[in-house]
């Protein structure tokens, strides 16, 4: 009878989280990087933060801007200006840190400003061109375009946003997090 109701428990809250997720299709926080909007499927989204202090980290790259404790946890920060290849802006009370979840790490992006929530249906999103060497560079991160009223969307995919050796920092981050609980 006990296994019944845990069982019963399990499939509620995965219905309750696929009813969350289905509430969140189509939903992206799009944000401003020089003079561009991108969007970030909201689902990948944990928070938003204001920019707090950063611990640098030694030799790694110029984009990623270090390390902070937020509320125990430490979390790599990338400017995703710098990642993006433009030129760097100074940080002022706009700018802040959306922290997302890649592949279950937890790593905050600082971003000039957040822009708004919007919606975007499927047939509203269209591949990246193919032009130009210029644009290559953007497509690595840029899964699709996103057209919102009479404007466009860059629309990110978060899993490429880090290479791999980005991420053995997140690792490390996330093994100091898990060796503290």
């Known amino acids: ?22 509430t969140q299709r189509g939903k992206y926080m799009t944000f ?5 909007y ?15 202090a950063i611990t640098a980290i030694p030799e790694t790259e110029d984009y990623i801007k270090g390390l902070i404790n937020l509320r125990g946890k430490v979390i790599p ?8 290849k433009q030129e760097p802006f100074e940080y002022n009370d706009r700018t802040c840190i959306i922290v997302i979840n ?3 790490m937890m790593v905050g992006l600082i971003v000039e400003k957040i822009a708004e929530v919007v919606e975007i249906k499927e047939d509203n999103i269209l591949p990246p061109p193919s032009v130009g060497r210029a644009d290559k560079a953007h497509n690595k991160y840029v899964y699709g375009i996103g057209k919102v009223g009479d404007t466009v969307k860059l629309l990110l995919d978060p899993d490429k946003l880090l290479n791999d050796d980005d991420l053995s920092v997140v690792e490390q981050a996330n093994e100091m997090n898990n060796g503290e609980e």
């Open 38 to 52: 991108f969007g970030l499927e909201i689902q990948y989204v944990n928070e938003i933060i204001q920019l707090q």
């Open 102 to 104: 890649i592949k279950s």
């Open 77 to 84: 920060v990338v400017d995703v200006r710098l990642r993006f």
């Open 1 to 22: 009878m006990e296994n019944m109701s845990e069982l019963k428990r399990q499939v509620d809250g995965e219905n309750a989280a696929s009813n969350e997720h289905d």
């Open 32 to 36: 401003k990087s020089g003079n561009e």
